[in-house]
């Protein structure tokens, strides 16, 4: 039985314990890791809108990858982790790293400056990127816990995860709001997608039933903060 | 006037056989049809308006020469409604088949079987009657050029409707288009009767642009050289071109007809504070029924269909045949109470604006609405679907659900007996419409820059676009339109030989076609019977908003199709429910009235409020509550503003009498609390009618300069600013982003559901307003919003109207006025991201008592 005890920090973030290491739930949808000075964040799929364009014609504006990295940057700059760990799916297709404009690119290459980075491979990335700095893993383990792109089924103790896009549905009277969300039961971790065109996939579907075996708690990503909603709160699509 | 013999033997024959005269209005159509003019004919329902639009063509086709070779179209119809076009089809059998003419007249729609579509195709049908939808796709097919080389007559059914909106401006274009196929094309509008005539005929017509720019070229086309791509120097700016060179759309009046009868209902001297339902009425209601041969009962809302059906039911001891009939209903349901209505089975038919126009009733002897109607334009539609016989007088009784309601019917009554209609303003084609029939002409043939300038410009609404806009459009539709060059190589239109432009391949054609229309509507679910944890595919109820459902817990109850069901599930793009008669529905929200109050019916409100003379027309408790208004508080000057501040409760309230219709004081109040909140005042809420805003505070407001607090530049940056965070703009940027073609609904082999359009949207949104603000789209959707949700023309003449004439009643208590808006608190709820976050810290609450009980 994992314990499931939470505070907000004084930056908006939610203060948890995942299989007894000490993490911050960002408002951002990134994951700090304060003992090792380690930062994470999933799902970025740069790249997104220009995979529509070269698929399909279908002209979404160009800029995701610059929003997605003008809020990677930001959350850098706040915390300055000597490691930064993808959790996969980082382009939204194995072409995106090629389709990037030489300004993003120099981009995500001066993130590595002073400090280790960390590309674990995801089902729309799976070689992981060529070109850029870092290290490409299948999965890597840090401060006891293991991060991976897919979650396994069963129970995972310590695994850290993306790939489902977790997303938080809470009604109030008539009105109801849906964010991003991360989900945990304090032994395992789904964090939020992090980029700028991703959908999510409401935490009551069915694809997070195999997770876990409790109620988990679900973090919303609020203006600001956090806001941690009890399983109680949550409503389907 | 015309003789009778302007008509060729066969139809005045046919016309004395069936004892009937031709009417004037029709001779002076066939004269305008012989003169090759184009025509506009306003006339009111029953007038025999649509054999008028087609007896030119009649002739025209009962003369022609046989040919060995099969003519093309002759005479397109367009109308508003499917319904609509398959009814004409109908009615003109008779006419074609009494009087054995050799004319086929078929109709195609979205819901003309694949086969039938096939043959049109091979071999066009003499008349063939469609929508505006069906007509884009006409310009999008290869060889549409040839299959309309022979058309002679369009015929624009009513026009009325159909002008000033996104519909209107594709329509303008497909026909601007189909003018280039066959320049002999003739225009013919139908209309009902309109403020103001001239912009529809300025719609209809074909505004000539003026010669081509290229400056001191000679005959033969000097601008077609010059469209290999899109030109680097300024293009010059075209010279106004209203009334210079254009086509004149001649006039033709239908007589006026019996004038209706009007009533308003007094309700026995008690009228209701507040509401939106006519709920007190409806006993009467009943009784006017079963008095009736067969009522029209007019609602503004589907709810209030709904929630109207369910009382008149509880009534109806006499087992009366009452009928509901709104566009939510599955399609068939609908059918069923139309087919029963044609054989004069039904007694009553709720119903809401899906019956406005359109298909022929028959025997409705008396139109019923209920709820004050918002304008007098639409009355008058709604009074015309009674007695649709010229000569007599339509009847109709108005029902006032509340006080300022009874005030409003009778402004109506009044304006409809004077013949004051509601203008629209003039309109200016928009330019998501414009990238969408562009990508489509190019779906159909390749096309040059510089010609394809001059044939949009003869549409009506985009006769001033600048050549700098159409360039922006082209380069939206060619690459997105984006500052980042990035998708240069995914072009969706391509500048090919000699410069002309053309689709990127089959696979962009196949897509635009799946896509076109400017009709965006809510996502909607289906409404399924169905329950249990694995919820199968039942019975189809019909559809409903998703949104209805999106704060619908699994056991809630609600009325639809005039039962009480219990919701049960939502699954992808089915929401399941269960028959729950026993239950009392929880009440769904109502939304008072969609449509907003016309300005012409406001100001009459107010001047009879101001002119106690009026006041003895109105039932005894309304005249004792404007007493009592004027004894408590002030009753304004016609041309002033009251505004009232009082304590209630803990709270201090600031409440203001406009009568300037929901949308423009839900704007209103949006702004005033941001500048309320800079102030220092702490507004806590407010809420906005058809005739008044209520804002609250925990401070006392009386105090406030009322002249700054209404200055005139609230709609300049904090308007901006507002909008921007506003969830009225993320949502006309979605039907922007879709009638563009930015975000397509339907995709080869897949349907996206509305939740994800929705979703994505949003995101993109936001993603492209940092980083490109003044992207074309965005542009668009600011103008939508503007005009359509918020009104922001409306509230910048009603800012400039009250400036320094804002009468202020500083009180201690609740004044007689103020009630109605003080009983609408806690039906509203501010949408928006602050609400957001109020729910989410709701839920934390929630969790931490979870966690300690």
Redesign the interface.
């Known amino acids: 039985m994992s314990s499931l005890s939470f505070k907000i920090s004084d930056c908006g973030g939610l203060k948890i314990e995942v299989f007894g290491t000490r993490a911050t739930l960002r408002h951002s949808g990134a994951l700090w890791l304060e003992g090792e000075r380690a930062m994470v964040v999933a799902d970025l799929h740069f790249e997104k809108g ?1 995979s529509y ?2 698929r ?9 990858t ?2 997605t990295l003008d809020r990677l940057e930001r959350e850098l700059a706040a915390l300055n982790p000597a490691t930064l760990i993808f959790l996969g799916d980082s382009f939204h297709d194995g072409a995106g790293e090629d ?1 990037l ?1 030489a300004d993003d690119r120099a981009r995500i290459a001066a993130l590595a400056r002073g400090r280790d980075l960390v590309w674990a491979v995801g089902n729309h990335d799976a070689d992981g990127p060529r070109a850029l700095p870092g290290a490409v893993v299948d999965e890597a383990a840090i401060a006891g816990l293991t991060f991976r792109h897919e979650p396994l089924p069963g129970a995972q103790p310590g695994e850290v995860a993306g790939h489902l896009h977790p997303a938080a549905r ?8 849906r ?1 991003r969300c991360f989900v945990t039961d304090g032994s395992r971790l789904v964090l939020p997608a992090f980029g ?5 996939l409401n935490i009551l579907d069915a694809a997070f039933a195999p997770l876990f075996g409790t109620p988990p708690l679900a973090a ?1 990503l ?2 600001g903060r956090v ?4 399983w ?2 949550l ?3 | 006037m015309l003789a009778a013999d302007a008509l060729p033997p066969r139809f005045s024959e046919w016309f004395a056989a069936r004892g009937w005269a031709p009417r004037a209005h029709q001779l002076a159509m066939v004269e305008k049809g012989r003169q090759g003019r184009d025509a506009l004919l306003i006339a009111p329902t029953g007038g025999g308006k649509t054999l008028a639009g087609f007896l030119p063509s009649l002739i025209e086709l009962s003369e022609r020469a046989p040919r060995n070779t099969p003519a093309g179209v002759h005479t397109l119809y367009v109308s508003p409604l499917k319904a609509l076009a398959v009814d004409i089809e109908r009615n003109l059998a008779t006419p074609i088949r009494e009087m054995g003419l050799k004319v086929v007249a078929e109709s195609r729609t979205g819901d003309t079987g694949e086969a039938r579509k096939a043959r049109q195709r091979l071999r066009p049908p003499d008349i063939l009657l469609t929508t505006p939808e069906q007509l884009a796709l006409f310009c999008a097919w290869e060889g549409a050029r040839e299959y309309f080389a022979d058309l002679s007559c369009v015929i624009v059914d009513e026009a009325h409707a159909m002008w000033p909106n996104k519909r209107g401006d594709l329509l303008a274009l497909g026909l601007a288009r189909l003018q280039r196929f066959s320049p002999k094309m003739r225009r013919v509008g139908l209309s009902a009767t309109v403020d103001d005539p001239d912009l529809v005929q300025r719609w209809l017509g074909v505004n000539e642009p003026p010669p081509p720019r290229g400056e001191g070229a000679g005959g033969g086309g000097p601008a077609r050289t010059a469209s290999d791509a899109l030109p680097a120097a300024p293009h010059p700016q075209p010279l106004p071109t209203r009334g210079r060179g254009s086509h004149e759309v001649d006039l033709v009046l239908g007589s006026g007809g019996a004038q209706p009868i009007v009533e308003v209902l007094v309700s026995g001297g008690k009228v209701p504070w507040a509401g939106h339902t006519a709920e007190h009425a409806m006993a009467e209601v009943y009784e006017i029924i079963k008095a009736s041969k067969t009522a029209l009962v007019f609602v503004n809302t589907r709810f209030q269909a709904e929630f109207a059906f369910q009382e008149l039911w509880k009534l109806n001891d006499d087992g009366l045949a009452i009928a509901l009939h709104h566009g939510s209903l599955a399609a068939e349901q609908r059918r069923k109470v139309e087919a029963a209505m044609a054989r004069g089975e039904i007694r009553a038919v709720v119903c809401t604006s899906t019956l406005d126009m359109g298909i022929d009733w028959g025997d409705v002897d008396l139109v019923i609405q209920l709820a004050a109607p918002k304008g007098a334009s639409r009355m008058v539609q709604r009074i015309g679907r009674a007695n649709h016989r010229l000569d007599e007088p339509s009847r109709a009784i108005l029902v006032p659900a509340s006080r300022f309601e009874m005030l409003e019917c009778r402004a109506a009554a009044d304006a409809i007996l004077g013949g004051h209609l509601d203008g629209e303003p003039a309109r200016t084609g928009a330019l998501d419409v414009l990238a969408q029939h562009l990508m489509g002409l190019a779906c159909s043939e390749p096309f040059a820059l510089t010609d394809l300038y001059d044939e949009i410009r003869a549409a009506g609404p985009y006769a001033d676009l600048a050549w700098e806009d159409f360039e922006t459009v082209v380069d939206f539709v060619s690459t997105g339109g984006y500052a980042l060059k990035s998708y240069d190589k995914f072009r969706r239109i391509v500048p090919g030989q000699g410069g002309l432009w053309r689709a990127r391949n089959a696979q962009t054609v196949l897509r635009h076609r799946m896509n076109v229309g400017t009709i965006v509507t809510a996502a909607m679910v289906n409404v399924r019977v169905g329950g249990g944890k694995r919820p199968m595919g039942g019975r189809k109820v019909g559809e409903a908003e998703e949104g209805f459902f999106e704060a619908m817990k699994p056991g809630d109850t609600f009325i639809f199709a005039g039962q009480v069901w219990r919701f049960n599930s939502l699954v992808g793009t089915d929401a399941f429910v269960s028959l729950a008669p026993d239950k009392d529905p929880m009440m769904p929200s109502w939304g008072g009235a969609k449509f907003p109050l016309s300005t012409y019916l406001a100001s009459r409100v107010r001047a009879m409020m101001h002119d106690e003379t009026e006041w003895a027309a109105l039932p005894a408790d309304v005249q004792e509550w404007l007493g009592y208004q004027k004894l408590r508080s002030i009753m304004p000057g016609e041309d002033e503003m009251l505004l009232e501040t009082f304590p209630h409760g803990k709270r201090h309230h600031l409440v203001f009498y406009s009568f300037e219709g929901r949308l423009a004081h839900t704007t209103l109040a949006m702004l005033l609390t941001r500048r309320l909140d800079r102030m220092g005042v702490g507004p806590l809420g407010f809420v906005a009618n058809d005739y008044a805003v209520n804002i609250w505070s925990l401070k006392s407001m009386a105090d406030l300069d009322l002249d700054a607090l209404f200055a005139q530049d609230m709609l300049g940056d904090d308007l901006e600013a507002w909008l921007n965070e506003s969830f009225l703009m993320k949502r006309a940027f979605k039907a922007c982003a879709l009638i563009s073609g930015l975000i397509e609904r339907r995709h080869p082999g897949e349907e996206k559901s509305g939740r994800q359009v929705t979703f994505s949207t949003d995101l993109i949104y936001d993603v492209l307003r940092r980083h490109q603000p003044d992207h074309l789209l965005l542009r668009c959707a600011r103008a939508d919003a503007a005009t359509g949700s918020l009104d922001v023309a409306r509230l910048g003449d009603m800012l400039a109207r009250i400036q320094g004439r804002i009468r202020h009643a500083a009180l201690d208590r609740v004044s007689p006025f103020a009630v109605p808006i003080m009983l609408e608190i806690g039906r509203e709820r501010a949408p928006g991201d602050a609400a957001g976050e109020m729910i989410l810290a709701e839920a934390e609450e929630d969790l931490i008592a979870e966690a300690m009980s």
């Open positions: 220009s364009a070269a399909f014609g279908q002209m979404l504006p160009p800029y995701d610059r929003e389709r404009p809470v009604t109030s009277g008539r009105a109801s709001v964010r700028a065109f991703t959908g999510g919303a609020g203006r806001h941690a909603v009890g109680k709160s409503r389907p699509d």
